[in-house]
């Protein structure tokens, strides 16, 4: 395969941050760069990585705790919707809500927009953004081939909650099934929390889609 999806589960809510690396090159696109930054910095060290982007699916402080680590250390830009601005900023009552220390809060570079494509590694390779609202205001699923990184939005068997401030689960059932229930079954997931999952399985089996089309 000439990308390789490497995955680091950090921090006190095991939150996925992943790499999505060009073998050929080296060249990597951070997603969701969640805690625990001199782990994922060594990640980046170990193997000679060139971060491009920092990419994430939204702002909750589990997925943004590394966030300014990386952006000073590789000075790759960091993208976020704007919709998640103001739960960004929120960070230190978020922190505070868990008992934890305040991460910084990083300067967001550029905005996230449904249908906005980026391009990187020597292929060149396509990561498409897709709204999908819900958990969160702003959440996104980013689409790279036959992959998807859906922060919280859908797990293993089950979706993401939206019980915390900005979350809908109205919204969030209609994001699923508009947004990522179109892709085919053989589509793999990589979510904020959990292993990975196909939509097909998810389409079969996750109680939460049932009766979906």
Known sequence: MELEVLCETVGVFSENSYFLVERKTGEAVAFDPGDEPERLLAIIQDRGLKLRYILNTHAHIDHVGAVEALKEATGAPFYLHPAELRLLQSIPAQAAMFGLASPPIPEVDGKLSDGLVFRFGSGPFDIKVHDTPGHSPGGVTFEV?????????????????????????????????????????????YPGHGPHTTIGEERRSNPFLQGMS
């Not at 992959?147 to 059932?173: K, M, N, Q, Y």
Request: aromatic share 6%.
């Open 145 to 189: 081939g036959n992959v998807l990184f859906t922060g919280d939005a859908l797990f293993e068997g089950s979706i993401g909650r939206t019980d915390l401030p900005g979350g809908d689960a109205t919204t969030l059932l209609d994001s699923i099934r508009r947004k990522l229930l179109v892709f085919p079954d053989a589509t793999i997931v």
